[in-house]
């Protein structure tokens, strides 16, 4: 059985960092195509960036220079690296793995409950 697990959500203040987890079991997160999203109450999630099987970690341009992906291959585990937050970024955040169909744009089969973020001004 797979599980996400995200971790690391907290409240804080506008320019301070977290990093958030997302903690894999039933899979090897070195082997697949893993993605962050996050969403706003009432909106759809949206997309930030991915971490894939081939080795590739890309983020959107919006959040290019202040969020990092990575990942622990030992703790079979992916993060994502958040600078400089502001209260725009205040979301749930959500991590994905394995692409539907074989392409990501279909979406991903296995998803995370999420963790909330929140930034005050």
């Known amino acids: 059985q797979v599980q996400l697990l995200e971790s690391g959500g907290d409240s804080v203040q506008a320019g301070r960092s977290l990093t958030l987890s997302c903690a894999a079991s039933?899979?090897?997160?070195?082997?697949?195509?893993m993605a962050w999203f996050r969403e706003v109450s009432g909106e759809r999630k949206e997309f930030l960036g991915t971490?894939?099987?081939?080795?590739?970690?890309y983020l959107i341009d919006s959040v290019t220079g202040r969020f990092t992906i990575s990942r622990d291959n030992d703790a079979n585990t992916m993060y994502l690296r958040m600078d400089a937050l502001q209260p725009e970024d205040t979301a749930a955040y959500y991590c994905?793995?394995?692409?539907?169909?074989?392409?990501?744009?279909?979406?991903?089969?296995?998803w995370g409950r999420g963790t909330q973020v929140t930034v005050s001004p």
């Open positions: 039933g899979l090897t997160v070195s082997r697949e195509d």
């Open positions: 994905a793995a394995r692409c539907l169909n074989g392409r990501c744009s279909d979406g991903y089969r296995y």
């Open positions: 971490a894939t099987r081939d080795g590739i970690f």
